[in-house]
């Protein structure tokens, strides 16, 4: 079918190039930015070629919105996406204790409590470095917002099992007033 406008598609496109010779730079403008959020830290020129490779394979079979497709099939195929990655410094020997960087950090903090990547306030403190200085603060603002809940239920399900809960079917001669509104009520209030 057509493209359409939508908000996704909106917050994808950060640009439009207005001609064949824009194509490149707004390509690169978007992929990097798809690949900052995506990796969780800026992404190297090195890990930015295949991406762009990507994008000129893509281009050549139709279309600029085909290329940022495939670009963006290569970003979501990496390994830097699906796997937090965590680098030993060069200098150390293997399995020698160490600090993690601040994107490190970040990238552990929202996925403990948001079970999700760090979103833009997290990353841009990171990449400003200094973010063990205002980890509090940062730990506050991501607990006050509704995607915490995530902590309490992941949490809850794993440690508790409550995830078990919907599959357990009690006994209806002894628990006749046992139904799914119950259920559900039993693991909210354990949550």
């Known amino acids: 079918t057509a ?11 950060s640009c439009k190039p207005a001609s064949a010779k824009e194509e490149a730079a707004c390509s690169r ?4 930015r798809i690949a900052r959020r995506a990796y ?8 930015m070629r295949p991406v762009l490779a990507f994008y000129e394979e893509g281009r050549k079979e139709g279309s600029f919105d085909r290329g940022i497709q495939r ?11 699906i796997f937090r990655v965590e680098q030993d410094p060069a200098s150390l020997a293997p ?18 409590l948001w079970s999700s990547i760090p979103d833009e306030t997290l990353l841009a403190r990171a990449e400003r470095g200094g973010l063990r200085t205002v980890l509090d603060a940062q730990i ?4 006050a917002d509704p995607k915490a809940g995530a902590l309490v239920a992941n949490f809850a399900g794993q440690w508790l099992q409550l995830r078990n809960v919907r ?4 006994n209806s001669n002894l628990f006749p007033d046992f139904d799914d509104n119950l259920r559900r ?5 354990t949550e």
């Open 185 to 189: 009520s039993m693991r909210r209030e």
């Open 140 to 143: 506050s603002r991501m607990l």
């Open 3 to 13: 493209v359409g406008d939508t908000p996704s598609r909106r917050a994808l496109f």
């Open 71 to 81: 670009g963006l099939e290569r970003i979501l195929a990496s390994p830097l996406f």
């Open 29 to 32: 403008q978007i992929l990097t």
């Open 95 to 112: 399995g020698t204790a160490h600090r993690l960087n601040d994107f490190e950090l970040g990238s552990r903090l929202s996925f403990f």
């Open 40 to 47: 969780r830290r800026p992404a190297t020129d090195a890990e």
């Open 167 to 170: 599959s357990v079917q009690p």
